[in-house]
């Protein structure tokens, strides 16, 4: 089964039953599903500034237990290096960077409600519903 890498905005969207979770739902269905070390990252940041109590950080571990974290590597240092020097005119924020280093270090789709912030990066497939 083929794989794809969620931005955090989608992860977000399925924990908190948003109404995007619905609208990217045919997007999921039929693919393992994976985030980037850097989404792992930014969920507990996030839940930690939120002051998340016991039942919220269940529900992540529950999420996490769907999800394949794909950890950092040399490719992807490389890629990073490469897209923040490709997006030298057009800085791409370091969160959003590894992400799109991790999607095409490991050769995956970006789903992600938010696309201008991954334009102009070659080889990157994003799969949107952001009108």
């Given at each position: 089964m083929a794989t794809r890498l969620l931005d955090t905005?989608?992860?977000?969207?399925?924990?908190?039953?948003?109404?995007?979770?619905q609208t990217y739902q045919p997007h999921l269905a039929g693919y393992d599903?994976?985030?980037?070390?850097?989404?792992?990252?930014?969920?507990?940041?996030?839940?930690?500034?939120?002051?998340?109590g016991p039942v919220r950080w269940a529900n992540?571990?529950?999420?996490?237990?769907?999800?394949?974290?794909?950890?950092?590597?040399?490719?992807?240092?490389?890629?990073?290096?490469?897209?923040?020097?490709?997006r030298q005119s057009q800085p791409i924020p370091v969160a959003d960077c590894w992400i799109t280093a991790t999607a095409l270090a490991y050769g995956l789709e970006l789903?992600?409600?938010?696309?201008?912030?991954?334009?102009?990066?070659?080889?990157?497939?994003v799969i949107t519903e952001d009108p």
């Open positions: 905005n989608i992860v977000s969207y399925i924990m908190n039953n948003h109404t995007l979770a599903l994976a985030i980037s070390f850097q989404t792992l990252a930014e969920l507990l940041e996030g839940g930690a500034l939120a002051g998340w992540l571990q529950s999420m996490l237990l769907r999800l394949t974290v794909l950890d950092s590597s040399y490719d992807v240092a490389a890629r990073w290096a490469e897209i923040r020097a490709i789903v992600s409600h938010n696309p201008t912030d991954f334009q102009g990066i070659p080889g990157l497939v």
